[in-house]
């Protein structure tokens, strides 16, 4: 009976001719002894199988069996090769018969790789140095201070450093980096040397020979060592194909030869391989760092400063060529079509997905940057860049095929990925794979590669020709600008005039080809949704001028044309205001986020935000990159995206404006934290863990309400007895509005206002706990103003020293900053009052703050005018000031909507009034806030208040229509 999978299985029927597939399996069948390589080794090595120490092969326990061989009288080499095949057979066992779990399997292989490579260094060394010296780096003499290289020999008094030895670094790729080696797996390896020079000659000063030469000798050294085959086979196959111009290259690469080749001919696929890439040996350049050096040239290469979308189409051909050579290799042999690395939905293909995401996003995400394919997963799946059931899919799947393969090769020890022909074989791999027989196993495998595929196809299967996604697309093999030019008649006059400006614009001639046909393509996808109605001319008209201003970033481009959901999303947001397409011009790069599937159903969530960035710096701190410029940045582009996810939620209506203001002031707060935290570990006169210190915050980021590009209104204080303090803390300060203010390349974060602070502009920048509780609660000569208690009303702490974040526990005081700035505030705001003179008073600020914003004719300012948005604040403040002594539910600072209604329910305003003035109020608010997303004056014609500004009015003649009068409850002061 022969297997039958289920129609459009990716397993083919050929795997078997004979075998009942659905025969029970039973526990004899899993033995490894019926592999053939496994058999071999038991009859050739019995006597030394008993040399490897029991349990799952570690570096320490074959180390430990290395010498046990070594001491049989085996050389090196021999003794390596036979280590590897005690390994082996200890893995088929562990693997088949006790289900060891697929780490310990790659692990082992991996470990056995990296002893050998590092034996094999010390051995090469050893004999070439005895042979021609050391290979030596001189000392620049003009790196000696007040030193001319044009003077003679060292300085007087002063002898140059001496010479030291030049570093070989052997570099794992591939799985080899990984740590994911297979149990007959070849290894691919690139030599990196890091100076030019010459080595030191022979014990009699002779045979000297440059560091090139050196380095060449010892990778061929190392390969006997290694690679070559003997009686007892190899150690490893050894592949060299991979270094930079491949198998016409040199064997050792200098490392500044390395970094020229990447900036000059390094090439798309070359970014995936090197993006797996270690240091394996020598051991000691590992462990003391020097190795370190090739992350310089690497990680640039690899990872890209801006999202990089253009990934896309080489990934895609490398992939079409690895399936069309896969299909050739097949033709005529069926049974090489169920490869489980290299056919449809293989190994190669999760392997593939992951590496795109990291690639295109790993510059801007650093905690993206890891070599295994199962942590990557994760990672990806933790920065939600995968949903949660695909990266577990996608981790059982490989789980899955990665056993598959290793049960395969340890048939014959033979680097092949192919499903068995032989029913037996195959029968024992079911069993070894715990199936309960065949059929159950192909079942299982089909469904695996099944999703694997569809994965991948979702993400890079697209077509890689047009992609246009709208009717009429298609370029019909044109150049870019003969498509430009051919498009121009089917779209609408404006956009066409446009785009026809394009087609002589010397930015797009000097585009490359495959670029300007990506705007082709685009400009066709637009205008095909232009025509049918899906998108506004506006919209395309504001695309054109965002693209224009991009063209030499053609990553842009190519993120557009694989997302044709980011392409539209796009266009309806900057279609629906001005606001929205230039943040997205100061800020290309937000448009990713519009890729999400989750962007419209979530919030900001301040611990998500907080750890991510927490997880970036460590991922930065890791390879040595978390300078400052490198964390101003990557705080910039934090918040400039969730800015961003806001205004795509606020456009597409899933967010009110209250809502925006929360989640932008939350947003506010967790930059705050984040940069307090990061600017004091970096403090060079720190003298604590965590600062005993906190920000308060005012105005719209107190009470909540901040927009988009508000400055943030903060005090700073402290508390703390160090003599220094005062010092310590003005640097602080100073670093963190640096910190906030200054522009990168990524531009800036908040404009900061502390004219609040005690004595305003002419006070210290941050002052002490004690002195500001003394300037707010009229202690001595120095006291707050009417205005500044008005301000106190909307004020609270954004962090302290015991805000999650800013530093581990707290500063040890009790109360912490926080309960003792709630006591002050709520001292402040219930002290008590004359309610006449506070009513006169506020009335007097109201009119002076009316004076310096007038208002043109007979239009209607929402902020200023009678009946505007001051008016209610103006309203709120003074019921705080006047009526919280006694009514205690106005204390708290929860909005001024949310307070009009309890001083309603309080008996404070006639029934109806607060209800009425919330509604208003937040009325006035969504006129302002889509007059700013506008860009267009505040100033309205009164018939767009209709309602609002008459309910404001009467509210404000009830409260404060004359400033003796007070409302009704009982009267503050004599």
């Excluded at 795997?15 to 592999?35: D, F, I």
């Excluded at 390395?258 to 001919?265: G, I, K, N």
């Excluded at 979702?458 to 498009?487: A, F, H, I």
């Excluded at 701190?621 to 978390?626: A, F, H, I, K, R």
Aim: charged residues 25%; glycine residues 8%; proline residues 4%.
């Amino acid at each position: 009976m022969t297997a039958s999978p289920p129609n459009g299985s990716a397993v083919d029927s050929s795997v078997s001719t004979s075998v009942n597939v659905c025969l029970p399996l039973v526990v004899g069948e899993r033995q490894a002894s019926h592999s053939r390589f496994v058999q071999r080794l038991r009859r050739r090595y019995a006597d030394d199988l008993a040399s490897l120490p029991p349990g799952a092969p570690v570096h320490a326990t074959m180390q430990t069996c290395l010498a046990a061989l070594r001491a049989k009288g085996l050389a090196l080499p021999a003794a390596l090769r036979v280590l590897r095949q005690l390994v082996l057979e200890r893995l088929a066992v562990l693997d088949c018969e006790q289900g060891a779990p697929l780490h310990d399997v790659t692990r082992a292989v991996t470990e056995l790789a990296e002893l050998a490579l590092d034996a094999a260094c010390e051995l090469a060394f050893a004999e070439l140095d005895s042979l021609h010296g050391e290979p030596l780096v001189g000392p620049s003499e003009d790196e000696v201070p007040g030193r001319s290289r044009l003077d003679a020999g060292p300085p007087p008094g002063l002898e140059l450093a001496k010479p030291r030895r030049a570093h070989l670094w052997v570099v794992g790729m591939g799985k080899l980096g990984a740590r994911e080696l297979n149990v007959s797996s070849d290894i691919d390896l690139i030599y990196v040397y890091d100076h030019d020079g010459e080595t030191a000659g022979n014990s009699e000063g002779r045979n000297r020979i440059s560091n090139h030469e050196y380095f060449g000798k010892a990778v061929k050294h190392i390969y006997n060592t290694v690679g070559e085959t003997t009686e007892h086979g190899n150690v490893f196959r050894v592949d060299l194909a991979l270094r930079p111009n491949g198998n016409s290259g040199p064997s050792a690469v200098s490392l500044g030869a390395l970094e020229e080749y990447f900036l000059v001919q390094g090439r798309e696929w070359e970014r995936f391989a090197w993006l797996k890439s270690r240091v394996i040996a020598p051991a000691i350049a590992v462990r003391d760092g020097s190795a370190n050096a090739l992350r310089g040239a690497v990680l640039p290469f690899v990872f890209r400063k801006y999202l990089d979308y253009s990934v896309f189409d080489s990934l895609r051909q490398l992939h079409r060529q690895i399936r069309e050579h896969a299909s050739r290799r097949a033709a005529g042999h069926p049974g090489r079509s169920n490869d489980v690395k290299l056919s449809r939905g293989g190994i190669r293909e999760i392997e593939f997905t992951v590496q795109l995401l990291q690639v295109v996003r790993g510059g801007q995400f650093p905690e993206l940057r890891t070599r295994p394919t199962l942590d990557a997963l994760t990672r990806l799946c933790r920065a939600n860049l995968m949903p949660q059931a695909t990266a577990d899919a996608l981790s059982q799947a490989y789980d899955f095929l990665r056993r598959v393969e290793h049960r395969i090769q340890y048939l014959d020890d033979q680097q092949t990925h192919v499903l068995p022909m032989r029913d037996d074989d195959l029968t024992w791999l079911a069993a070894t794979m715990g199936c309960a027989n065949v059929c159950e196993f192909l079942h299982a495998l089909d469904a695996h590669r099944e999703v694997v595929a569809q994965e991948f196809d979702t993400l890079l299967g697209g077509p890689t020709k047009g992609n246009c996604n709208g009717k009429s697309c298609g370029n019909g093999g044109r150049s870019g600008v003969e498509g430009l030019q051919s498009v121009l008649a089917k779209l609408p006059e404006r956009f066409a005039e446009r785009i026809g400006q394009w087609c002589e614009d010397p930015r797009v001639l000097a585009m490359r080809e495959d670029a300007r046909l990506r705007l082709t393509r685009l400009v066709e996808r637009t205008g095909a949704w232009l025509d049918e109605g899906r998108v506004s001319e506006l919209a395309a008209l504001r695309l054109a001028d965002w693209i224009e201003h991009l063209l030499r970033r053609e990553s842009y481009l190519a993120l557009l044309q694989e997302r044709p959901s980011v392409h539209e999303r796009l266009l309806r947001i900057i279609g629906a205001a001005k606001w929205p397409a230039r943040y997205l011009l100061r800020h290309p790069g937000v448009i990713d986020e519009l890729a999400s599937q989750q962007l419209l159903a979530e919030r900001f969530d301040a611990a998500q935000f907080e750890g991510e960035l927490e997880a970036r710096r460590a991922a930065l701190q890791s390879t040595g990159e978390d300078d400052e410029e490198a964390l101003l940045d990557l705080l910039r582009r934090a918040h400039h995206a969730e800015v961003f996810r806001t205004l795509a939620r606020d456009i597409e209506k899933t967010l009110t404006v209250e809502q925006v203001a929360d989640d932008l002031s939350a947003l506010a707060d967790s930059v705050l934290r984040v940069t307090a935290r990061w600017c004091w570990s970096r403090l060079k006169n720190r003298h604590r863990e965590a600062p005993c210190f906190a920000i308060i915050g005012y105005g719209k980021l107190g009470g909540k309400e901040l927009g988009y590009g508000s400055d943030l209104d903060i005090v700073f204080v402290y508390e703390d007895v160090d003599e220094n303090a005062s010092e310590i803390y003005a640097g602080f300060v100073r670093k963190m509005i640096n910190w906030l203010t200054i522009k990168t390349g990524e531009g800036d974060l908040f404009e900061i206002d502390t004219a609040l602070r005690p004595n305003g502009n002419s006070g210290l920048l941050v002052t002490s706990f004690t002195a500001y509780a003394n300037y707010q609660q009229q202690r001595g000569s120095n006291t707050a103003w009417t205005w500044e208690h008005q301000a106190m009303t909307r004020a609270r702490i954004v962090m302290d020293d015991n805000t999650d974040g800013a530093g581990p526990g707290a500063s040890g005081t009790s109360p912490s900053l926080r309960e003792r700035f709630d006591a002050v505030r709520e001292s402040v705001i219930t002290a008590e009052r004359d309610a006449q003179s506070l009513a006169a008073e506020i009335v007097a600020m109201r009119e002076k703050v009316r004076a310096a914003h007038p208002v043109r004719g007979t239009r209607f300012d929402v902020k200023h005018s009678p009946g505007g948005m001051v008016d209610v604040e103006f309203v709120v403040q003074f019921l705080v000031l006047s009526q919280s002594r006694l009514h205690t539910e106005l204390r708290a600072n929860t909005g001024n909507i949310n307070l009009l209604e309890r001083a309603e329910r309080a008996g404070l305003l006639a029934p109806g009034m607060g209800t009425a003035v919330a509604q208003a109020y937040r009325h006035l608010r969504q006129i302002q806030h889509q007059a700013r997303l506008d860009e267009v004056s505040t100033q309205v014609d009164e018939s767009a208040v209709a309602d609002a500004a008459p309910a404001v009015r009467a509210l404000w003649n009830h409260v404060l229509g004359h400033a003796a009068t007070v409302p009704a409850g009982p009267r503050m002061g004599p």
